[in-house]
């Protein structure tokens, strides 16, 4: 799925900033190898989403260089499944979960509607990630799990060599959040994921890399995330409560 | 006299060669009731109805233009459609520009739009020999429907629909997210562009019969009435549509039977069906919630 062998995301020297402001992000060198998943954490408006967005091109940095997948974010963009949270949306909107995901194939016809093979990829995604029986239902009526479940097909249906999430168990309740967790386990061993999450204990589970951003980035093997470590990447003390996501919640 | 006893006088009157207009509104405003549907489904998901009413209250600035170069200047081929058209299509760029490239002043230059442009249609107006009367733009006269405009209302129409077929996927992908369609690669701004330009074309189309002032209203409340029913926005546009021709059908008879006017008379109807359906599922909503 690579094509410059190694590197998926390589960021050098980068600085950015909005308005020419006090930096959000500094100095900032980074290296995503192929198949080398990771999470992005750190506090809140320390840069997490903007370095997502500026590995999507949506951002450009002020200065410094970024290459996805050997090119600018931009011509690379097509090649990412982005999924953003599912709070974004209008909840009213009227549109199917097909179309939903459907939206992820968009770019390969330019006129018309979509083709018979772009259904039958969203039907085989939907199967992968146990969506199947959520195909005829209004995007409208899905909880916020399975919303989030949508999107993260949409994501897929373009078959991504890099697939980014945005918080993806953020305002979804803890015995969903394990469901999100089991899918991005799966698909883990296929693709290089990078995803942005406040939630610790999911880093260490999933993940072998972290990526704290707090205007700089620093990257720890999730195996030294000890609470020292936390304390110091996000600048004060925080209260640490420690559970392990397979701790038999769901019996309760 | 009660409803039953007007509608056969009323559908006798349509087939009266001495009115045909009445027969031509009926016309147009089934016709335009395609696009409304179509765009109006469009503009409530996405949100630019304010645009739209900017758009719609530019068109008199359109149309005085053109009467004003047709009667003081002798212009004869500047007709109120085409300067009512050209207003439309260019403050529909306009805004689309504004709106992408300086996000922060785009509700001053919607204000602007919207009052400048109607204050130049009624100078104009001021300004061209002989009497024009301005309310029947701005409130809608069917009077003002003949049989040229209708072939004009199907080829807008025919050219509205074939583009809609066209780009749905895109313009609902851009309704819905934004930001995804543009990392998907999509040229987002172009169907922007395309989708206010379609906004522009459908307002220009019943400016005649129920006015600049209330054409807005045309646009959104039967969207907004068929959004109550619709799952997906293809059959949002379908009912919307239906909805809206509804509308043109009894708000005409009405206006036709108590001899009111005919613009006002459909859109208090829409407006009435409109908070009646709002109650209804807002009733319905509570209804489900205490079962469930």
Same mark, same amino acid.
Request: hydrophobic share 50%; aromatic share 12%; charged share 10%.
């Given at each position: 799925m690579t094509e410059n062998n190694g590197s998926i995301i390589k960021i050098e020297k980068m600085r950015f900033a909005y308005y020419n402001e006090i930096p959000v992000l500094e100095d900032v060198n980074l290296e995503i190898p192929a198949n080398s998943s990771a999470c992005i954490v750190g506090p809140n408006g320390g840069g997490k989403t903007t370095l997502l967005k500026l590995i999507l091109g949506l951002l450009h940095p002020t200065s410094g260089k970024i290459e996805v997948f050997g090119s600018s974010p931009e011509k690379a963009r097509t090649k990412i499944g982005y999924v953003p949270q599912y709070t974004a949306f209008d909840p009213m909107f009227p549109v199917s979960v097909m179309d939903v995901a459907l939206m992820g194939r968009m770019e390969k016809h330019r006129f018309g509607f979509y083709s018979k093979a772009d259904r039958r990829k969203v039907l085989e995604i939907f199967d992968e990630i146990g969506a199947a029986n959520l195909k005829d239902r209004s995007f409208s009526e899905l909880s916020g799990g399975q919303r989030q479940r949508i999107l993260i097909a949409r994501a897929l249906v373009?078959?991504?060599?890099?697939?980014?999430?945005?918080?993806?168990?953020?305002?979804i309740d803890p015995a969903v959040e394990e469901q999100i967790f089991d899918i991005l386990r799966k698909l883990e061993k296929k693709l290089t994921i990078l995803t942005v999450t406040h939630d610790l204990g999911f880093v260490s589970s999933i993940f072998q890399t972290a990526i704290c951003v707090n205007r700089k980035i620093v990257i720890h093997p999730t195996s030294q995330m000890t609470g020292e470590r936390i304390q110091e990447i996000y600048g004060r003390k925080i209260r640490m409560i420690h559970h392990n996501h397979d701790c038999g919640g769901h019996n309760a | 006299m009660t409803a039953e006893d007007t509608m056969p006088d009323f559908l006798h009157a349509l087939s009266n060669p001495d009115i045909a207009f009445l027969r031509y509104a009926l016309i147009a405003g089934l016709m335009a009731s395609i696009p409304f549907g179509i765009i109006g489904s469009y503009v409530v998901t996405r949100r630019i109805s304010y645009i739209a009413?900017?758009?719609?209250? !530019?068109? $008199?600035?359109?149309? @005085? *233009?053109?009467?004003? &170069?047709?009667?003081? *200047?002798?212009?004869?081929?500047c007709d109120p459609m085409c300067g009512a058209l050209a207003a439309a299509l260019a403050s529909a760029l306009l805004i689309g520009f504004v709106s992408m490239y300086a996000k922060q002043r785009e509700d001053t230059v919607i204000g602007a739009i919207w009052s400048v442009g109607m204050a130049s249609g009624i100078l104009f107006i001021a300004k061209s020999p002989g009497y024009i009367d301005a309310m029947s733009y701005l409130f809608g006269n069917i009077l003002l429907i003949t049989r040229n405009d209708l072939f004009v209302i199907g080829g807008l129409n025919i050219l509205i629909l074939l583009i809609c077929i066209l780009f749905h996927d895109k313009f609902l992908a851009i309704c819905f997210d934004e930001e995804f369609a543009i990392l998907r690669g999509i040229n987002v701004k172009f169907y922007y562009l395309l989708l206010l330009c379609l906004t522009a074309l459908t307002i220009v189309l019943l400016v005649r019969i129920v006015g600049i002032v209330m054409v807005i209203a045309f646009l959104t409340l039967p969207a907004a009435v068929g959004g109550h029913f619709s799952r997906r926005l293809s059959f949002m546009m379908f009912i919307s549509a239906a909805? =809206?021709?509804?509308?043109? /059908? /009894? @708000? $005409?008879?009405?206006?036709?039977?108590?001899? $009111?006017?005919?613009? !006002?008379?459909?859109?208090? /109807?829409?407006? &009435? =069906?409109?908070? $009646?359906?709002?109650?209804?599922?807002? /009733? *319905? #909503? +509570? +209804? #489900? #919630?205490r079962i469930s």
């Open positions: 373009s078959d991504p060599g890099l697939l980014l999430l945005d918080e993806p168990t953020a305002n | 009413g900017a758009i719609s209250h !530019s068109v $008199l600035g359109g149309i @005085g *233009l053109a009467i004003y &170069l047709k009667t003081a *200047l002798h212009i004869s081929w909805i =809206c021709m509804s509308f043109t /059908f /009894f @708000g $005409l008879w009405a206006s036709y039977s108590w001899d $009111l006017p005919s613009g !006002s008379t459909i859109i208090v /109807f829409a407006g &009435l =069906c409109y908070i $009646l359906t709002a109650i209804a599922s807002q /009733f *319905l #909503k +509570r +209804r #489900k #919630k």
